[in-house]
Nanobody, 117 residues
Framework: QVQLVESGGGLVQPGGSLRLSCAAS???????LGWYRQAPGKQRELVAT???????NYADSVKGRFTISRDNAKNTVYLQMNSLKSEDTAVYYC????????????WGQGTQVTVSS
């Protein structure tokens, strides 16, 4: 059973940046990877996905501000978040092995991102 460990969350002011990391306990090279988020009282939603070949997909709300990337040698996927807004506040979850638009059942524990002045 693969383990996914997210890190990099925290409190940031509007307009600021954060980089999230998700480290897997085994090789990720053959898998699609994704970042999802869940705000209080809302359903979990897709933020960004990246295929094993490096193709990416973003939610409209984060296009141009967030960048997903992967380092297969480090078994890690990243989410660079720039120009953060209050509406980006959520728990961010890493997902392994899903499709471009739907997640698998393999999740990390999540990392809290709070955007507030």
């Amino acid at each position: 059973q693969v383990q996914l460990v997210e890190s990099g969350g925290g409190l940031v002011q509007p307009g600021g940046s954060l980089r999230l990391s998700c480290a897997a306990s085994r090789s990720i090279s053959l898998y699609n990877l994704g970042w999802y988020r869940q705000a209080p009282g809302k359903q979990r939603e897709l933020v960004a996905t990246i295929t094993s070949g490096g193709s990416t997909n973003y939610a409209d709300s984060v296009k141009g501000r967030f960048t997903i990337s992967r380092d297969n040698a480090k078994n890690t996927v990243y989410l660079q978040m720039n120009s953060l807004k209050s509406e980006d506040t959520a728990v961010y979850y890493c997902n392994l092995g899903g499709g471009m638009y739907l997640p698998s059942s393999r999740w990390g524990q999540g990392t809290q991102v709070t955007v507030s002045s």
